[in-house]
């Protein structure tokens, strides 16, 4: 494509660029990257941190619930279960008691709330 642009300003292979047609005739040779290894090579990265502390910083300010399932699928483990145990009370003004998994149950007056609640990690 350039070299067709160049052909139509009255360019001939083998002439210089420029004004006096002194310029380089070589193109420029451009080293392309073909190993796909990115920025950082495989002997320079960093090593994995462990321990709860990375995870939580992650997970601050998310929604408890989000923050559990999000909490799974980075160890790989199952998913937990949303069980309600019992609800109770009017239309108007009900009860629910929700269970995660392994968790101790936890009562709360909407069901939302109550699986919120039941998704927190006490400290």
Same mark, same amino acid.
């Given at each position: %494509? &350039? !070299?067709? *642009? ?9 002439? +210089?660029?420029?004004? #006096?047609? !002194?310029?380089?005739?070589? /193109?420029?040779?451009?080293d392309?990257? @073909?190993?796909?290894?990115?920025? %950082?090579?495989?002997? !320079?990265? /960093?090593?994995?941190?462990? &321990?709860?502390? %990375?995870?939580t910083?992650? *997970?601050? +300010?998310? =929604? $408890?619930?989000?923050?559990?399932? !999000?909490?799974? #699928? ?5 998913? /937990?279960?949303? @069980?309600?145990? =019992?609800?109770?009370? $009017?239309?108007?003004?009900? #009860?629910?008691?929700?269970?995660? &998994? =392994?968790?101790? $149950? *936890?009562?709360?007056?909407?069901? =939302? /709330?109550?699986?919120? *609640?039941?998704?927190?990690? #006490?400290?």
């Amino acid at each position: %494509v &350039g !070299e067709f *642009l160049m052909r139509k300003m009255g360019w001939r292979t083998g002439e +210089g660029l420029g004004r #006096n047609r !002194e310029g380089t005739v070589e /193109p420029i040779i451009i080293d392309f990257k @073909v190993d796909r290894k990115g920025l %950082v090579a495989e002997g !320079e990265k /960093p090593q994995k941190q462990t &321990g709860g502390l %990375v995870v939580t910083k992650d *997970l601050m +300010g998310k =929604h $408890p619930v989000s923050a559990l399932i !999000e909490l799974c #699928n980075k160890r790989r483990i199952i998913q /937990p279960d949303f @069980v309600m145990v =019992h609800h109770s009370g $009017p239309d108007h003004r009900k #009860n629910f008691l929700f269970k995660v &998994g =392994h968790f101790d $149950p *936890l009562l709360s007056k909407q069901q =939302h /709330p109550a699986r919120r *609640l039941c998704s927190k990690v #006490n400290k």
